[in-house]
Structure formats: C-alpha cells, structure tokens
C-alpha cells in the first residue's frame, strides 16, 4: 500500500516490519537497523546475498556517536557541510549495530537522507533504519514510490510516498584509511564537491570484486533488456533491424524513433540528468525492445556517477 502516512509507517517499524521510505537519492527499504528480525526480512524481500552490507540511517549526527566508535577529522568536515545529504561515510561501528547489518566488517555505513518526511518519521523512532535501495537485488534503484510498488508492492506492508527523488542516484560513498579519504561508489555528492572541504580524494572505479564496498560489483543497476554504451551512431549502424532504444545526454536521434528516446537534459544540465536517469532506464526497459543503447556523458560533476552506473547496466 501506497500512502503519506507517517504515524502508520512508525507504527510499522515498531512492529519490526518494514517500510518503503523516500530520499532526495533513491527509495530505501527500511527496517530497525538493530533488529536482527526486521533486518533478517530485508535481507528476504530484496533477495540480496548477505555479504552485502546495508547502510543505517538517523537524522542528526548526534545519533550517528551512537552507532560509531569514532569520526575522523575528515570525516566531520564532511558531515558538517554534506548531512543531510547524498554522502554516506563508513565508520568504525559501535557494539549496538549487529553484525548481520555491516555483513561482519567492522565499520558500518552512515547516512542521514534529505527529506522532509523521512527526517521526520526518523526523529520519532528509537533506532536508525537499515535500508538499502527499494529494488530486487541488481536491478534499477527505484526513484518514486510507484517504481517501488511495481516490483515489492505485494511483499510489503507500506510505501511511504515522498514524490520523486530529487536527486536521483544512490549516495557517495566514503570511507578512510589514516588520512586518507577514499571514495568507494561514486553518487549523488559530486567528489568535486567533497574535495573542495578536504582536498584530494581517492576514487575507487568499479570492478568485479571490491571487499570493501560490494556495491562495487560490475554487473547492478542492470535492467532486462540487453544494454550497451558507445556512440549511437556507429552503433545503429551494427544493429540495423533491430527495435532500438537510446539514452542520451542532451541530443535526440533521428534515426529511432521519439518515443524509444530519453534525453537526460535537453540543456545538458547534469543534476537534471541524474534525476531522469533511472526512470528513463526503467520505462526503456518496459517497452520489449532488442537493444538499449546509451552514450557516455563527460567524465566530471555527477557525469562521472551517470557513467559508473551506465557502464554496469552494460556488464
Ligand atoms: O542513497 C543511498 O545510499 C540509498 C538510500 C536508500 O539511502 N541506499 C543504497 O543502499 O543505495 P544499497 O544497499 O543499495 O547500497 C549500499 C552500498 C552497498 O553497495 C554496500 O555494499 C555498501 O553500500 N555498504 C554498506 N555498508 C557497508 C560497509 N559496512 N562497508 C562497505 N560497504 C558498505
Ligand atoms: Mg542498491
């Protein structure tokens, strides 16, 4: 069920139940973070492998000194400026947090979303809310509480409808190792934006194994129908017949037709072309076409995070 109803949702998390939850990143799943129940069930409705670990999320950064032993320097700075925001930090976690949340590593995931309504459904709980993305393991992150119900309606009490994401990619991702800051998903936070607080950062590029953020795995984000990156035009031309959708930056393509075409900002504005990204993605891959072609944006701002998710729909 689909519904703006805040009590109902803290009624339900109480019960050890979970509820569909909306951020300016993407829809989360979320459960009491220290409920091995409630996080046992997200582990289940996803079917997500549980070597991946789950982010919690609280609204206040004197909550977070609950959940971690300690926060770097860089670390704070980052909070600071960026929470509320798209920027989760890995920290070394408290006792509290059950090993069954950080997949037995011993730092956890930490993030406080920018939305009204979820700050405000998590100021009224006693316990962060441990909620990876609203989507079965591997497939789009949903960016409306529709996307949501079209795939995990029937296997959960309540969506809590908070309109489209403003954002519209999943957070960044940051971790440290002594003094240095290491980026290891990039997302919605430019890592421009974290390097003009703290200086350089290391950026981690995806791969097919990473131990430290299994978010890293090369195939995800990925939607049925086949999916490749390159330019549009050469690869018309080695695909002929075939029932072809495009993604593109800001430029439509004659040679298909419009209604197999999202353009992700027509004024080639990134933040709008990552608020359309995953939907385009997903209404693409409802149409039963042969072939999704999508083209690359330039490697800087948030078309660097655009490119890390069109390349692993592509893996
Ligand atoms: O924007 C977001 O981050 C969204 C919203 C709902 O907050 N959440 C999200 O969660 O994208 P999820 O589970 O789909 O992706 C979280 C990523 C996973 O790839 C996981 O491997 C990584 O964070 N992660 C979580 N806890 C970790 C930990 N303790 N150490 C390393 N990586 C961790
Ligand atoms: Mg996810």
Do not use: W
Request: charged share 25%; proline share 7%; aromatic share 6%.
């Amino acid at each position: 069920m689909i519904g703006k109803d805040i009590k109902k949702a803290i009624e339900i998390l109480n019960k050890e139940q979970l509820v569909a939850i909306p951020t300016e990143t993407v829809y989360g799943l979320g459960g009491n973070a220290l409920s091995s129940k409630a996080v046992a069930e997200i582990f289940k409705v996803k079917n997500r492998p549980s070597f991946d670990p789950l982010i919690i999320h609280t609204d206040s950064l004197e909550k977070v000194e609950k959940y971690v032993k300690s926060i770097p320097e860089k670390a704070m700075l980052l909070a600071r400026e960026f929470m509320p925001g798209s920027l989760t930090l890995l920290l070394p976690k408290e006792d509290i947090v059950p090993d069954l949340v950080t997949s037995g590593s011993p730092l956890v995931a930490v993030r406080l979303p920018h939305h009204p309504m979820t700050l405000e459904l998590l100021s009224n709980l006693d316990f962060p809310l441990a909620a990876p993305s609203a989507n079965p393991f591997g497939y789009i992150s949903p960016t409306s509480a529709q996307h949501v119900d079209n795939q995990l309606g029937k296997k959960i009490p309540y969506i809590l409808d908070g309109g489209s994401c403003e954002v519209g990619l999943e957070s960044t991702i940051i971790g440290f190792e002594g003094e240095e800051a290491i980026v290891y998903r990039k997302g919605g936070l430019a890592v421009e934006a974290i390097e003009a607080v703290i200086g350089s950062v290391k950026v981690l590029n995806h791969s097919t194994s990473n131990p430290k953020a299994p978010g890293q795995l090369k195939s995800h984000y990925a939607p049925q129908t086949p999916f490749q990156i390159g330019n549009p035009n050469e690869l018309f031309n080695e695909h002929k017949g075939k029932k072809i959708g495009v993604i593109s930056f800001s430029k439509e393509y004659e040679q298909v037709p419009a209604e197999n075409q999202v353009v992700l900002s027509a004024l080639g504005d990134f933040s709008e072309a990552a608020r359309n990204l995953f939907a385009g993605m997903r209404h693409l891959d409802s149409l039963n076409l042969d072939l999704i072609i999508a083209e690359l944006l330039p490697e800087k701002d948030l078309g660097r995070a655009i490119n890390d998710r069109l390349k692993r729909a592509a893996a």
